[in-house]
Each structure stands twice: as structure tokens, then as C-alpha cells.
């Protein structure tokens, strides 16, 4: 990516993304109190190891969120996502039609996000052959987590990231529609965090993935074999409203290979409609 590259043709994609967003002003979210289990929700399963217990609507399945719970409190979400479950985005471009798919305005509630965790299960469970992501978003440390169930001489990982601000980073885009400023780490290139920036503000912090980048290890269930494919702990500590997901299959100029994308805001859906380049 020259100028790490944002080429006009990933610009058209952030334009194509940028327009069925609307209107007024851009402001920095606020941390919300903590979240209660919504009306309908239900739990299943026994507790599992460093995550606790996992409830869910059923209307709000196969997607989610699911919600993770530990005595008695919300200390993150759960989202599953494949390319299957994401919808098809064909756009035109000056170079030809450009064709991504995405999940839109997944929910974070703004709440402070202390750091996330993406994994891949192969087979995937609950019917997708092809294997299926989740991305957790933790409220509580690895430290905090790895109190649950586990006995206390049980080490807590290391997250993979350091702590890591907008700060630290370097201009690498001008406004791009809906999502401002691009700004990355020295040596941070190419999967993030890339931070997004308009009037100064950082309105959202951005990761990007394949499988390249992930460990893998196997497990043995009574219904057979699975793979786990896991990118680590990322630190984040950010409020957050709401999380984009994209797969790009073909990539895009400076990454021109597959992967996923994952934006997430500080801003709302509305207000990302009034981040416009000379805003």
C-alpha cells in the first residue's frame, strides 16, 4: 500500500460501505453501566474454563451476540461469523466490480472492551461444515478470566499486543467515508490495529486476520475430532458502540490476498454518516 496503501479501489469499497450510513454529529462513546442478561435469554451448557457460562436469545441465533456470564455478570459477547452468514456486497469500480461480504452494526452496548479473541473451528459446530469464527469481546482481564473454573495456580495467557495507543502511531490515509483517518503502528502493518481517526478523535480501531496469522491446535469431543485455530489475546481498552465484520476473498492492493476485517466503533452507525472527507 504506498502511502501503505490505500488505493482508489479499496476507497471505493469504504464509499460503497459509507452509503447507506446519515447524519449528525460525531462524539466519542460513553462507557454504558454493565450489561444484564436481555428478556428471553437462555443459558446453556456447564461453565467453560476462562469464559464462564454462555446465554443467548434464540432469535438472535446463529449470529449472535451470546452473552458471557459469570456470576451473575456480563463480562462479554460472543459473535459468530462465516462468510456464508454474511451479506454479499458487489460493488462497481473504476477497475471492474469488487465483490466483499460483511456483517453490519453488531452491537458492543458501549461497553469498555479490555481485549478480544478470535478463533476458527473446523469442523464448524451447529451445522457449518466449512468451519465457523467466533470473536469474543472481554469486559475482564485474561488475569480476571482465568479465575473462572480453573484453580488458581493455572497461569493466564499473555495478550499478544501491547498496550498500544493512536499515539504511537503514523498517518497512512486521508478521510476515507464512514470511517476517517487510517493510522498504524510501525511494524503493526498489515493486521493492526490500524486506528481511525476524524477531527482528532479516534472514532475506531481496526484488526485484520487470515488464517496465516493463527495457531492451531486439535481437540477431541465425543462427536469426533475438531480443530481450533486461535489469534490470540488482543488488547484493545476502548468503549465501543458497535463492530463491523468484513471477508474480502481476493484482498485489495498492499493486501492482495483473503481475509477479515474487523472495525470497530466508538461512534454510532448515524454519526460514522457524517465522516466525510473536509468534514
Request: hydrophobic content about 45%; aromatic content about 12%.
Amino acid at each position: 500500500m504506498p502511502k501503505l496503501g490505500l488505493t482508489k479501489m479499496r476507497k471505493w469499497l469504504f464509499v460503497a460501505l459509507a452509503l447507506p450510513l446519515v447524519l449528525p454529529g460525531v462524539a466519542s462513546a460513553q462507557a454504558a453501566p454493565g450489561l444484564t442478561l436481555p428478556d428471553g435469554a437462555e443459558c446453556v451448557g456447564e461453565a467453560v474454563p476462562a469464559m464462564g457460562d454462555h446465554c443467548f436469545r434464540p432469535q438472535d441465533m446463529p449470529i449472535g451476540p451470546m452473552y458471557v456470564v459469570w456470576q451473575g455478570k456480563v463480562i462479554g459477547l460472543e459473535y459468530f461469523f462465516a462468510p456464508s452468514l454474511m451479506g454479499r456486497v458487489e460493488i462497481p469500480t473504476p477497475a471492474g466490480p469488487v465483490t466483499f461480504f460483511q456483517l453490519e452494526n453488531l452491537d458492543i452496548f458501549g461497553q469498555k472492551v479490555d481485549h478480544i479473541s478470535v478463533n476458527y473451528i473446523y469442523p464448524g459446530v451447529g451445522g457449518f461444515e466449512d468451519g465457523i469464527y467466533a470473536v469474543h469481546l472481554w469486559f475482564i482481564t485474561p488475569e480476571e478470566r482465568y479465575q473462572i473454573v480453573f484453580p488458581q495456580a493455572v497461569p493466564s495467557p499473555v495478550a499478544t499486543t501491547a498496550p498500544i495507543t493512536p499515539w504511537d502511531a503514523i498517518k497512512v490515509t486521508d478521510v476515507i467515508p464512514a470511517m476517517g483517518e487510517h493510522w498504524i503502528v510501525p511494524g503493526g502493518w498489515p493486521w493492526g490495529p490500524t486506528y481511525m481517526m476524524y477531527n482528532r478523535k479516534l472514532i475506531g480501531v481496526e484488526f485484520e486476520f487470515n488464517h496465516d496469522v493463527m495457531r492451531g491446535s486439535k481437540m477431541v469431543t465425543p462427536e469426533g475430532e475438531l480443530f481450533i485455530y486461535d489469534l490470540g489475546l488482543i488488547q484493545v481498552g476502548h468503549t465501543l458502540d458497535h463492530m463491523n465484520i468484513e471477508y474480502l476473498p481476493s484482498g485489495h492492493e498492499g493486501m492482495g490476498f483473503w481475509h477479515f476485517a474487523i472495525h470497530m466503533y466508538n461512534i454510532t452507525p448515524q454519526e460514522r454518516g457524517q465522516v466525510l472527507p473536509g468534514g
